[in-house]
Antibody, heavy 121, light 110 residues
Framework: QVQLVQSGAEVKKPGASVKVSCKAS????????ITWVRQAPGQGLEWMGW????????NYAHNLQGRVSLTTDTSTKTAYMELRGLRSDDTAVYYC??????????????WGQGTLVTVSS | QSVLTQPPSASGTPGQRVSISCSGS????????VNWYQQLPGTAPRLLIY???QRPSGVPDRFSGSKSGTSASLAISGLQSEDEAAYYC???????????FGGGTKLTVL
């Protein structure tokens, strides 16, 4: 069965960077994209960006461009999300999700369990 | 402020039918398909409806989606206590050149 397993919780200081991993299993990794979504405490879902596991193409949310980087390692079927210049309002649960369907008409059909990133001095 | 507008809350009694709206514009819902996600308390979101009205395997047919113009709607019939969750609509947005979510609707089963 399709599974996305994310790395564990992180506590970071303001200005630091964090890198969250998302290991996929149960499907052909390089046929699908991976989308990252975050959720601040008590808030809604926020789309962060997308990466094609086929060719590494990316698309980032405008408000995060320059601070976020999405990568994949097809040899280990793992996707990574790195966020730099952390601020307190980056405190959130970060989710990876498999992105299925045509680019702008796709959907997120399998989700990781989430990774809590806490930014605090 | 979310690009897609949802009511913050909705409620119903067991067995009732409830509907959750998602209002957008020509740059998102008016031009692209809509997906819906369910998030039970303390868990990751789950795909509920894709491409406006398609249900993934495993999603009961009590859940249905529709789209008209720049708005979409999620309907839940035969409401059950386990349907108590937050529901989010999502679509592509041309102006932002990315995916956008609605603010979410918290459904309470009375």
């Amino acid at each position: 069965q399709v599974q996305l397993v994310q790395s564990g919780a992180e506590v970071k200081k303001p200005g630091a960077s964090v890198k969250v991993s998302c290991k996929a299993s149960g499907y052909s990794f390089n046929i699908y994209g991976i989308t990252w979504v975050r959720q601040a405490p008590g808030q809604g879902l926020e789309w962060m960006g997308w990466i094609s596991a086929y060719n590494g193409n990316t698309n980032y949310a405008h408000n995060l461009q320059g601070r976020v980087s999405l990568t994949t390692d097809t040899s280990t079927k793992t996707a990574y999300m790195e966020l730099r210049g952390l601020r307190s309002d980056d405190t959130a649960v970060y989710y990876c999700a498999r992105d299925d369907g045509a680019y702008s008409s796709s959907w997120f059909d399998h989700w990781g369990q989430g990774t809590l990133v806490t930014v605090s001095s | 402020q979310s690009v897609l507008t949802q009511p913050p809350s909705a409620s119903g009694t067991p067995g009732q039918r409830v509907s959750i709206s998602c209002s957008g514009s020509s740059s998102n819902i008016g031009s692209y398909t809509v997906n819906w996600y369910q998030q039970l308390p303390g868990t990751a979101p789950r795909l509920l409806i894709y491409t406006n009205n398609q249900r993934p395997s495993g999603v009961p047919d009590r859940f249905s989606g529709s789209k008209s113009g720049t708005s979409a709607s999620l309907a839940i019939s035969g409401l059950q206590s386990e349907d108590e969750a937050a529901y989010y609509c999502a679509a592509w947005d041309d102006s932002l050149d990315g995916r956008v979510f609605g603010g979410g609707t918290k459904l309470t089963v009375l």
